[in-house]
Nanobody
Framework: EVHVVESGGGLVQAGGSLRLSCASS????????IGWFRQAPGKEREGVSC????????YYADSVKGRFTISSDNAKNTVYLQMNSLKPEDTAVYYC???????????WGQGTQVTVSS
């Protein structure tokens, strides 16, 4: 069974930074994709970023390009999302997923709240 646990959310002022962590366990495949999604109240879920464990290739939504950076520490089975220049519109619950692509079809964590005040 795959376990996914997010951490690092919190309250930050606009322009500030946060680093989210996603610790996962229970999978045996080397070629997996770990992604970050977010959902704000009243809005649809949005794919934010994802990274391949095999070749390190990454994807970013246009809304976060240049501000967010995804990275992985395979030895620790942990993926990080460094979020800089945060905006109020980044406020959402951020979820980490573990699967075989960036679609979100896989195992999900319980989410971590990110709140950006103006």
């Amino acid at each position: 069974e795959v376990h996914v646990v997010e951490s690092g959310g919190g309250l930050v002022q606009a322009g500030g930074s946060l680093r989210l962590s996603c610790a996962s366990s229970g999978f045996t495949f080397d070629d997996i994709v770990i992604g970050w999604f977010r959902q704000a109240p009243g809005k649809e879920r949005e794919g934010v970023s994802c990274i391949s464990s095999s070749d390190g290739s990454t994807y970013y939504a246009d809304s976060v390009k240049g501000r967010f950076t995804i990275s992985s520490d395979n030895a620790k089975n942990t993926v990080y999302l460094q979020m800089n220049s945060l905006k109020p519109e980044d406020t959402a619950v951020y979820y980490c997923t573990v699967g075989f692509d960036c679609s979100g079809n896989g195992s999900w964590g319980q989410g971590t709240q990110v709140t950006v005040s103006s």
